[in-house]
């Protein structure tokens, strides 16, 4: 489905653990649903792994399992997705709705690809398949060092980490630059934005990002 021949608006929020998304999409939830929003409608906020029952389970599995099965555990990223678009994503679309997802397949080639022991592109075509071609019309980036964004983690939480926070720094820079070289091979879907910032200053650029955005989409024929 090209983006010209829907009438929704699909756009993903990636980033590393820790990069500030939660936050951020916090303040995007109250922009885009009180009175100085340029939607009409409020969006759908949803999310992966979890925007739905099913993937709630998955979620709580994949997270706080000792160890899963690298293809097991991108089959399981896959299914909660294919399950997210089928009944949350695809249909808000055709009902001509707005939908921000907080992560999408960007993070399942980013994570799952990380780890050396399977083929990015096999995870591509593997969420390609569960989601029917879907992608998003824009792909925001919260752009942040691992180091950097586990200093937040853990100012946030404490020493408390799920099982893919603890993977250490290497494995959270190697997140980054997949996220980073994806953004730079397609900058017509991505928007690269500088998390390191206060976040206010990052919220003031997400802003920038999704009014720009959401102008474009209300113009098309
Ligand atoms: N995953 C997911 C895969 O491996 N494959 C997949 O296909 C998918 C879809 C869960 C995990 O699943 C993995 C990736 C993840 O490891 P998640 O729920 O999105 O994904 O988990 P996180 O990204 O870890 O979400 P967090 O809520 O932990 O982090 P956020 O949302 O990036 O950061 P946030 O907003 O909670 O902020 C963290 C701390 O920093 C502070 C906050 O107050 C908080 O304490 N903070 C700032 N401090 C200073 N300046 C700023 N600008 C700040 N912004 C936030």
């Known amino acids: 489905m090209t983006a010209s021949s829907r ?15 939660t936050t951020q999409l ?5 922009w885009l649903s009180g009175p100085g929003s340029p939607l ?8 992966e792994p979890g925007g739905t029952q099913l993937g709630a389970a998955v979620r709580e599995t994949l997270l706080h399992s000792e160890h899963v099965d690298p293809r097991a555990e991108a089959l399981l990223y896959a299914g909660d ?41 096999d995870i591509e075509e593997i969420s390609l398949w569960a989601t029917q071609g879907l992608m998003p019309d824009i792909t925001v980036l919260l752009d942040i060092s691992a180091a950097d964004a586990r200093a ?25 630059q997949v996220f980073r070289e994806r953004a730079a091979a397609e900058p017509h879907r991505w928007r690269v934005i500088d998390a390191s910032r206060s976040v206010e200053e ?11 955005e959401i102008e474009k989409w209300a113009e098309r024929p």
Not at 84 to 94: D, G, I, K, N, S
Not at 202 to 212: E, Q, R
């Open 7 to 21: 009438h929704g608006l699909f756009i993903s929020v990636e980033g590393g653990d820790g990069a500030g998304k």
């Open 81 to 121: 997705r294919a399950h997210h678009v089928a009944t949350v994503v695809r249909p808000a679309l055709e009902r001509g709705e707005v939908v921000i997802t907080d992560r999408y397949l960007d993070s399942s080639i980013a994570y799952q690809g990380s780890r050396g022991e399977l083929s990015p592109t």
């Open 152 to 176: 937040r983690r853990l100012a946030g939480r404490g020493e408390t980490e799920d099982r893919i926070e603890a993977a250490g720094d290497d494995f959270h820079e190697s997140v980054r």
């Open 26 to 30: 916090g303040l995007l939830r109250d």
């Open 202 to 212: 990052v919220f003031s650029a997400l802003k920038l990002v999704f009014t720009t």
């Open 40 to 47: 009409r409608y409020p969006p759908v906020f949803t999310r």
